[in-house]
T-cell receptor, first 111, second 115 residues
Framework: GQNIDQPTEMTATEGAIVQINCTYQTSGFNGLFWYQQHAGEAPTFLSYNVLDGLEEKGRFSSFLSRSKGYSYLLLKELQMKDSASYLCAVRINTNAGKSTFGDGTTLTVKP | EAQVTQNPRYLITVTGKKLTVTCSQNMNHEYMSWYRQDPGLGLRQIYYSMNVEVTDKGDVPEGYKVSRKEKRNFPLILESPSPNQTSLYFC??????????????FGPGTRLTVL
């Protein structure tokens, strides 16, 4: 089966940096996605990694190591509006249409 | 405005009464998918469609049906709903899976309660 693990909850201070980790064990791999989801709303796309390394997009960066089955999402200069759930998702290679999501990490940003 | 729409947004129904949740996208996307989300859990894929008349099962297809007769629409059908299908449902679309990097655009969600 597919397994994606990420911490359930994290807390950080406004202005700080936080790293949300994701480890995965899947039958195939065709890319890893990070989504942000505010309470009661739909997920929105943050980043995509398919090759090893760091992808930077403004205050958000995402890293991937395929050999370790590991990714992280880095949020810099935290703002109160970053309080949300962050979902890690893997697209499975064996069947390109299938995606598996982790349970999400709820991030609380405090003043 | 490019968007994915779902109807209804909220629905309370009773066990066994057939229902359909509609999903429509106006971006000419090839790929569409349905997910359910339960408290404390991430999104679980129910069904997906790579294009018109091409559908396949996700991780939790039991109790659901889908169809893809036209590119823009991907309805989710519950033939005989049961209380364990009470959940928040999201439809999503992606331009194409070529290259693998295209993001999914999510609809606003449908909150379904089955009594």
């Amino acid at each position: 089966g597919q397994n994606i693990d990420q911490p359930t909850e994290m807390t950080a201070t406004e202005g700080a940096i936080v790293q949300i980790n994701c480890t995965y064990q899947t039958s195939g791999f065709n890319g890893l996605f990070w989504y942000q989801q505010h309470a009661g709303e739909a997920p929105t796309f943050l980043s995509y990694n398919v090759l090893d390394g760091l992808e930077e997009k403004g205050r958000f960066s995402s890293f991937l190591s395929r050999s370790k089955g590991y990714s992280y999402l880095l949020l810099k200069e935290l703002q109160m509006k970053d309080s949300a759930s962050y979902l890690c998702a893997v697209r499975i290679n064996t069947n390109a249409g299938k995606s598996t999501f982790g349970d999400g990490t709820t991030l609380t940003v405090k003043p | 405005e490019a968007q994915v729409t779902q109807n209804p947004r909220y629905l309370i129904t009773v066990t066994g009464k057939k229902l359909t949740v509609t999903c429509s996208q106006n971006m000419n996307h090839e790929y569409m998918s349905w997910y359910r989300q339960d408290p404390g859990l991430g999104l679980r894929q129910i069904y997906y469609s790579m294009n018109v008349e091409v559908t396949d099962k996700g991780d939790v297809p039991e109790g659901y049906k889908v169809s893809r007769k036209e590119k823009r629409n991907f309805p989710l059908i519950l033939e005989s709903p049961s209380p364990n299908q009470t959940s928040l449902y999201f439809c999503a679309s992606t331009p194409t899976l070529a290259g693998g990097g295209d993001t999914q655009y999510f609809g606003p969600g449908t909150r379904l309660t089955v009594l």
